[in-house]
């Protein structure tokens, strides 16, 4: 069962912005208690976090984007974005979206982010 769906990834030039999004295939109360984030993999690279949010609302960001993305949710939604500004080309990589509720994490199937002139 498919609980994570990711869209908005795509072929940007530097400089550029993109926001991915990523509905969660759960019930809002559910939603709303977890924490939501994006995770991201470049060919040979490991899995880093990018930045995540807590059913609180606070916020965490890898220090290579902070300043550049914002990650926020949606509860009516049942949503999180990633908004993505002042893209670079080390940003290319498959960004991934999580959920992380009861000490279990949900993963997307991942999306493409390519920046590229």
């Known amino acids: 069962q498919v609980q994570l769906v990711e869209s908005g990834g795509g072929l940007v030039q530097p400089g550029g912005s993109l926001r991915l999004s990523c509905v969660a295939s759960?019930?809002?109360?559910?939603?709303?208690?977890?924490?939501m984030g994006w995770y991201r993999q470049a060919p040979g690279k490991q899995r880093e976090l990018v930045a995540r949010i807590t059913s609180g609302g606070s916020t965490k960001y890898a220090d290579s984007v902070k300043g550049r993305f914002t990650i926020s949710r949606d509860i009516a939604k049942n949503t999180v974005y990633l908004q993505m500004n002042s893209l670079k080309p080390e940003d290319t990589a498959v960004f991934y979206c999580y959920r992380n509720y009861a000490g279990f994490d949900y993963w997307g199937q991942g999306t493409q982010v390519t920046v590229s002139s």
């Open positions: 759960v019930s809002r109360s559910i939603f709303s208690i977890s924490t």
